[in-house]
């Protein structure tokens, strides 16, 4: 029997509170819903008392048949010299209709003093009234000791004294809270193993990442005690973000052993971390733990037929568990191995006698010399192994382009794209205006296409990287286009390289268009200006 | 007494097995420097045996002086059944002219018998043979355990047995290596505690951060008793990276009270995580603990004045300490101390009374806000600096330019640059080829200037990078374009920043172009077509 740890997620509130972070109600609506479904034991929804816009989620989120996780409301104890049951702050959190409030109370006599302005026995009155007050209303209180650790180093008593007294008003959690985000493993271990001997109610912890160690932290307190465990998805969070609730859960579970969420909604974490990273707007870190694209990447050619043989040798967890995949990279450092791994991903079998094998192994060797790198332009190589199989479709042909850049005095600036292209054998001819000449001739070429392969409006450029390989020539070196697309569900990437930036911006722009059109090639009804009709792709080679 | 931490740096190694990290071997001596600034005891520069690249570095790093830092070379121990003086690796680390090498060998059983495929005693011997052969040479060996954690926890005995044999064949430091990066900080405090009291020499650790607690493993290991740690700048390497020692090191130092560098060299934490980022052509995360730019970042409302007031009850250490600055989002006194700090290096006294401190106060606010990023652009922030202060010579203006480029069937490919300038009064107007608008736009540039400042044929341009801001909109978003010039001894960074590549990239050629002619103003003889003469810049602001 594993023992349960409560997951409390603040990723609406805590989250919202780092820099670039910003959530409509939708967007919060939407996070519940998947929180929900693996099993979250609490959400916590935002703060009744300090803005509007959290007033209308609570209100909406009432909608919602949730099947695991109670919504709870953040908010703080009674202000000084109030009565509880007249204080505003505690009066929105009972309107906002939820079933579970977290408030937070002032536990570091430092900051009663001085930020609170009041005594330290009118703190612990308004911890005691404030928690009465929700128990009374009939609400599971969660009381969350602000500054604990700091206040716990500074005055022992006082700390252990302001949390006695919410355990005795009748909370039923506390919630001991690094607020700052500066204590080390083994100092939260030590206080919380205390603590616990003390308090007889549930005990929480709150960690921030100010030290790079908030993940630790969380795991050091439950290791003493703690089974009420707070962060959000992805460690978003205030300065250097919360505890990542995406790495606490399959630490507690799968190597502490822990019970967090059901076994089979472990396989989730992956994409929850996707799906919330798209939905706050911000990119997924390839290296991030246990669910980034890199977590299970495989770049240094010994490795790879080393995990090949024994995945155990450089694999910590089996990447299915959350979700996540085994990725081989292929690189200047990778062998053979590599290659053939990535290559069975689209079921191409590699054999070293097969012709086809033989050419693809030889083009990726001449296109790294040229300075391809296609470890993070797999859907460059997706085409040039499919180009290899014989299995490729021309959609379109350059005929030319050119591109016009004028700059004349301080507010004329202009930047135009003229490309010829035969599709279908058609030839197009089309002009567009960008704010560079890539953006000018990206606009043009899909200006072009959008009339034969109407799909192409669903995707567009996500990312747009550029790299000087060969920097003793500066300008005159060969640079290196990433290209990242997207339709809005997927994303792929694609390469060009050339001593010509717009030549190796073309290249990616090219490819990701390719690419596109051969991954949905059964929705591609072809519109020419003469007929309409199912496009049959030249074979072409 | 404080005890003495060393510091080993893999960046250039492990940590360009990350994804998408990949240095030129300039690129390579450029951090090395900074590293070496900064007082990081052990730099490993790469494997020899495994890339001609990393050669070709071990060469050029001898030319440098460096003050602190010792160059290290990685390597493995020597092949099955082959002599350690027959080993063309062992051979390469000796050739390789550095004084310290690191070789890793297998310390788990099963490695042995399923990856490296032989008995477990010819891998004592391969370890035993290995460091007795680089120490006959005279070298500083450090022997890194490969799987360490993961062997140990499987057969003791062996694991130990291995270390011990590096122990005995005269390694200098046992460098116990987390590879999978799955084991967790209680895991590794116990079993570097038992280590110390079985092994004499100096004991190291390497961790990943797969489980997110690299940098807790580390510190957990120096409680336990090692005093080497290994790792990365920004905690780059394969996978989800390596253990960060930009986090690492203000943990040890300034929370566990350990010596890692000089106490001066700690403010230069934040400055080299931004460098190494802009060299590695990575956007730094804005919540990175200690140096992201939102770690001491407070957002408005009730945080902001008690901040001010008392900062420690939100700011986990002070951000100057590492060279931070605290960020007050609403209030006007962000950037102020990073700023004046700044401006001193160029003895500019910056005083909030004086109109021309003020007038660069609100330039450079301006600037940040359009997306600058004086970092890795000194010679640009210099400009500025020196534009508020009046000391600005205006050597050129520019009338217009204008940039045609032709793709017209395989092998036509044309990209021409017109630009016409005025010059000491003279209207002058050229045109240029180049291998993509920027390369042409520079020829062009300098093909004008060139008759009026023959000096500027001494420059050129030896770095060029660009970096999408508001990557949402990719192609048609902000871009940043950082150029890196030099004249065979000094080097310089501009940077400019538009929606246009093209303009972005035309500022901060100007940026170069101008600092340059300014720094060597002396020199400047005026060759204009009606007259020789000596110079006088338009003082123009």
Redesign the interface.
């Known amino acids: 029997m594993r023992e349960q740890v409560f997951l409390y997620d603040t990723t609406l509130r805590d989250g919202t509170?780092?820099?670039?972070i910003s959530l409509s109600v939708d967007d919060k609506i939407k996070i519940v819903k998947k929180l929900d479904e693996i099993g979250v034991h609490y959400i916590e929804g935002g703060w009744p008392g300090s803005n509007p816009k959290d007033m209308e989620f609570f209100q909406k989120v009432q909608d919602l048949q949730l099947s695991h996780s109670k919504i709870t409301a953040f908010g703080s104890t009674r202000r000084i010299g109030v009565k509880a049951k007249e204080d505003e702050n505690l009066q929105k959190l009972i309107e906002s209709g939820v079933k579970v409030v977290a408030i937070f109370g002032k536990t570091w006599d430092?900051?009663v003093i001085?930020?609170l302005k009041t005594t330290l026995e009118e703190n612990l009155d308004m911890i005691r009234d404030s928690v009465a007050y929700l128990k009374e209303n009939g609400l599971e209180v969660i009381f969350d000791a602000e500054?604990f650790f700091?206040g716990y180093k500074q005055n022992k008593e006082y700390a252990l004294k302001a949390i006695k007294v919410a355990e005795e008003a009748g909370a039923d959690c506390i919630a001991l809270c690094d607020?700052?985000?500066?204590?080390?493993?083994?100092e939260i271990y030590k206080i919380v193993k205390t603590i616990c001997t003390k308090i007889n109610i549930q005990i929480g912890i709150h960690c921030h990442?100010?030290?790079?160690?908030a993940?630790?932290?969380s795991?050091?307190a439950v290791?003493a005690g703690a089974r009420h465990v707070q962060g959000t998805i992805n460690?978003y969070g205030?300065?250097?973000?919360n505890a990542?609730l995406i790495?606490v859960i399959p630490?507690l579970q799968v190597?502490?052993n822990y019970e967090c969420v059901k076994k089979e909604n472990l396989s989730n974490l992956t994409s929850i971390s996707k799906y919330v990273h798209e939905v706050a707007?911000q990119?997924a870190?390839?290296?991030?733990?246990?669910v980034?694209?890199?977590?299970?990447?495989?770049?240094?050619g010994m490795?790879v037929s080393?995990v090949l043989?024994?995945p155990?040798?450089?694999?910590?967890?089996k990447p299915e568990l959350i979700g996540n995949s085994r990725r081989v990279?292929v690189s200047?450092?990778s062998g053979q191995s590599n290659l053939m791994f990535k290559a069975k991903e689209w079921n191409y079998s590699i054999d070293k006698k097969d012709p086809n094998s033989k050419l693809l192994l030889e083009k990726i060797k001449e296109k790294e010399h040229e300075g391809y790198?296609y470890?993070?332009a797999e859907a460059s190589f997706e085409l040039l192994v499919k180009k290899s199989f014989s299995e490729w479709k021309e959609y379109f042909l350059?005929?030319?382009?050119?591109?016009?850049?004028?700059?004349?005095?301080e507010d004329i600036?202009s930047?135009e794209a003229v490309v010829k292209l035969c599709v279908h054998d058609e030839m197009v001819l089309t002009a567009a205006e960008?704010?560079?000449?890539?953006?000018a001739l990206?606009h043009a070429l899909r200006k072009g296409l959008e009339q034969f392969y109407p799909i192409i409006k669903n995707m567009?450029?996500?990312?747009?990287?550029?790299?000087?390989?060969?920097?003793?020539e500066?300008?005159?070196?060969k640079?290196r286009v990433l290209?990242?697309s997207s339709d809005g569900t997927e994303k792929w990437s694609t390469i060009g390289v050339s001593?010509?930036?717009?030549?190796a911006s073309?290249l990616a722009l090219v490819d990701s268009v390719q690419y596109y059109l051969m991954k949905n090639d059964n929705l591609i009804k072809v519109v020419s200006n003469k007929k309409e009709e199912q496009f049959i792709g030249l074979n072409n080679h």
């Not at 509170?17 to 670039?20: A, L, N, R, S, T």
């Open positions: 509170q780092g820099e670039g430092f900051q001085e930020a500054h700091d607020t700052n985000g500066g204590t080390l493993p083994h990442n100010d030290g790079e160690v993940v630790a932290n795991l050091s290791q460690g205030e300065r250097c973000g990542n790495s630490n190597k502490l707007n990119a870190p390839s290296n991030q733990p246990f980034g694209k890199s977590a299970f990447a495989h770049k240094g490795h080393a043989k024994h155990e040798t450089y694999e910590h967890i990279l200047e450092l790198q470890e993070a350059l005929d030319y382009y050119k591109i016009f850049v004028e700059k004349n005095g600036f930047t960008g704010n560079g000449p890539v953006n990206d567009y450029l996500s990312d747009y990287k550029v790299r000087v390989l060969d920097e003793t500066a300008t005159a070196s640079v290209i990242e001593g010509n930036i717009i030549k073309w």
